[in-house]
């Protein structure tokens, strides 16, 4: 994400409160090197999405991922008031937690529909309580934004063996809404490694190298869409969110499962 230059535009830490990039937990910077990775540090093997984005961090969550609503609503506030200064276009949020009831009562759902009222794509996990129906994480119960499954690609390159990861929550909503919208891979994604980082040492056997990591979840899959998202927005920068939504579902590849497991199929 530095090499050969720095593509982090900014970092706000609503946890600790400092100014330069860290990350104590090592989740976000698996999740930005799936959506950004360029493969500096493998000769280009472990390649993100769009590994020429830019990013801004926004640190939410604590050293072992866990934090308050109201510090994600505080920093899906601060992309909204910043989103000119950095040209914010997508916010990608491998984050979630049970819903309660409606989106309608949720105020980060409520956060999401403004950022996306901002133009600013929302792209959200669906959450790894699977394979039970009714399971959608939230934000990514809200009807408008992109909610993403896992899909799982078998260890090939080839998507028509492709299946849906047990874990990856299914809908409907509690508002009887389809979701996920879509399933992107998410078994055995590998990603930016943070040496020393909680995940680290948590997955210590899951390493690839000294610079690598691989996980599953839906906190994969989620950045490979936001990836693509933002593949679309520099061909056609003028595209809404609802745009945007609208050319990744159509062009989805079927996978077989109904709607309220896979959406409308593979990325």
Same mark, same amino acid.
């Given at each position: $994400? ?15 409160? $400092? ?74 949020? +491998?984050?979630?937690?049970?819903? +309660? ?80 919208? $879509? ?85």
């Amino acid at each position: $994400l530095t090499q050969p230059t720095n593509r982090i535009l900014a970092f706000k830490d609503l946890v600790g409160g $400092l100014t330069e990039p860290y990350d104590d937990n090592g989740h976000g910077t698996h999740v930005a090197g799936c959506a950004a990775g360029n493969g500096y540090a493998s000769g280009g093997r472990y390649k993100g999405a769009a590994p020429q984005a830019r990013l801004v961090g926004v640190k939410v969550l604590d050293k072992i991922g866990a934090g308050n609503l109201s510090d994600v609503i505080a920093g899906i506030k601060w992309c909204i008031d910043n989103r000119e200064r950095y040209n914010i276009r997508i916010i990608s949020l +491998s984050l979630g937690s049970p819903p +309660s009831g409606s989106y309608r009562d949720d105020p980060v759902c409520r956060v999401v529909e403004e950022a996306w009222n901002h133009g600013i794509t929302v792209v959200a996990a669906a959450g790894n309580s699977g394979p039970e129906a009714g399971t959608i994480s939230s934000p990514g119960n809200h009807p408008r934004i992109i909610t993403v499954g896992a899909s799982d690609d078998n260890g090939t390159q080839y998507p028509g063996d492709d299946t849906i990861a047990s874990f990856s929550s299914r809908g409907p909503t509690a508002d009887g809404v389809e979701k996920p919208d $879509l399933v992107a891979p998410g078994v055995d994604i590998t990603s930016l490694r943070v040496p020393g980082s909680y995940l680290d040492k948590m997955s210590a056997d899951n390493g690839a190298g000294t610079q690598y990591l691989t996980l599953s979840g839906t906190s994969m899959s989620t950045p490979l869409v936001s990836g693509v998202a933002a593949l679309i927005l520099t061909a056609h920068p003028e595209l809404t969110p609802d745009q945007v939504k609208q050319r990744l579902l159509s062009t989805a590849r079927d996978l077989g499962y109904s709607p309220n497991v896979q959406g409308k199929g593979l990325v």
